[in-house]
T-cell receptor, first 113, second 112 residues
Framework: DAGVIQSPRHEVTEMGQEVTLRCKPISGHNSLFWYRQTMMRGLELLIYFNNNVPIDDSGMPEDRFSAKMPNASFSTLKIQPSEPRDSAVYFC???????????FGDGTRLSIL | KQEVTQIPAALSVPEGENLVLNCSFTDSAIYNLQWFRQDPGKGLTSLLLIQSSQREQTSGRLNASLDKSSGRSTLYIAASQPGDSATYLCAVRREYGNKLVFGAGTILRVKS
């Protein structure tokens, strides 16, 4: 079975540029989560969707961050404009229902120069 | 505010040893607790999920227990192997909502 698929795996760009991270959840899963992992703050939930609808975006750091889920098989996390402090590993996870575990992708390692 | 603490931060053991990883949380109003492992450069792999009404879950050489009232969980690994070397993360989900709150993890190294 295909797991959660994230692209790109690595992204290096200069500050001020727009960055788009992509995620394909596991088929049949109805919840999708975006996380950020840093050495200083560990794993933090940014936003999650249920049935393609954003439910809680309280973890989104600021207006430079936005996330969309246009359909059940695709989601994007966009940063515009990017800053060096956005450098982190960004994970996407999906879940079938509330009593099931979350399944994580391999992440996107983002470096903003 | 829910806070999750994992002890120890790092652990190095010889192959074959049984070991225990600890997780504590400040708010006992949880829906479930999940243990993950993370290998370098990889995402998280779910190991065990314990619902708030359960006391323990087992999978192979892994056993996780939950004492909700005292805010503690342990992950027991029997007969450790070098392939068990990874970072182990504990995460709790509150009774209301879907947010997982993660601990900082325990870095485990099993020496051959």
């Amino acid at each position: 079975d295909a797991g959660v698929i994230q692209s790109p795996r690595h992204e290096v760009t200069e500050m001020g540029q727009e960055v788009t991270l992509r995620c394909k959840p596991i088929s049949g899963h109805n919840s999708l989560f975006w996380y950020r992992q840093t050495m200083m703050r560990g794993l933090e939930l940014l936003i999650y969707f249920n049935n393609n609808v954003p439910i809680d975006d309280s973890g989104m750091p600021e207006d430079r961050f936005s996330a969309k889920m246009p359909n059940a098989s695709f989601s994007t996390l966009k940063i515009q404009p990017s800053e060096p402090r956005d450098s982190a590993v960004y994970f996407c996870a999906s879940r079938m229902d509330r009593d099931q575990p979350q399944h994580f992708g391999d992440g996107t390692r983002l470096s903003i120069l | 505010k829910q806070e999750v603490t994992q002890i120890p931060a790092a652990l190095s053991v010889p192959e074959g040893e049984n070991l225990v990883l600890n997780c504590s949380f400040t708010d006992s109003a949880i829906y479930n607790l999940q243990w993950f492992r993370q290998d370098p450069g990889k995402g998280l792999t779910s190991l065990l999920l314990i619902q708030s009404s359960q006391r323990e879950q087992t999978s192979g050489r892994l056993n996780a227990s939950l004492d909700k009232s005292s805010g503690r969980s342990t992950l027991y690994i029997a007969a450790s192997q070098p392939g068990d070397s990874a970072t182990y993360l504990c995460a709790v989900r509150r009774e209301y909502g879907n947010k997982l709150v993660f601990g900082a993890g325990t870095i485990l190294r099993v020496k051959s």
